[in-house]
């Protein structure tokens, strides 16, 4: 079993920032794809972003041009960087590991959640 541990939720102002991070055991990290998906009160989860061992990424279209995945080799971590938040981002963020895909039925691992609450 994988554990995946992420970090970095909390309360924010709309239009501020936060970054979430995600820690993975190595042994998972060098071959999978690394995403983040949400989920918000009475809604479907949702992928926001993910990225391939090679650095290529898929965004939802709800956060293009706001939220950046990056992910650090070295310390096994990926970050989503999340600017210009908006209330409608408003959800629990689970880090998720598998093969590189949007269909959440490709995901081999998930992440107990964090939450973010964007307030207006």
């Known amino acids: 079993q994988v554990q995946l541990l992420e970090s970095g939720g909390g309360l924010v102002q709309a239009g501020g920032s936060l970054r979430l991070s995600c820690a993975v055991p190595g042994s998972s990290f060098d071959d999978k794809g690394i995403g983040w998906y949400r989920q918000a009160p009475g809604k479907q989860r949702e992928m926001v972003a993910i990225?391939?061992?090679?650095?290529?990424?898929v965004y939802a279209d709800s956060v293009k041009g706001r939220f950046t995945i990056s992910r650090d080799n070295a310390k096994n971590t990926v970050y989503l960087q999340m600017d210009n938040l908006k209330t409608e981002d408003t959800a629990v963020y689970f880090c998720?590991?598998?093969?590189?895909?949007?269909?959440?039925?490709?995901?081999?691992?998930w992440g107990p959640g964090t939450q973010v609450t964007v307030s207006s």
């Open positions: 990225i391939s061992s090679v650095g290529s990424t």
């Open positions: 998720t590991a598998g093969v590189y895909s949007t269909d959440p039925e490709q995901v081999d691992y």
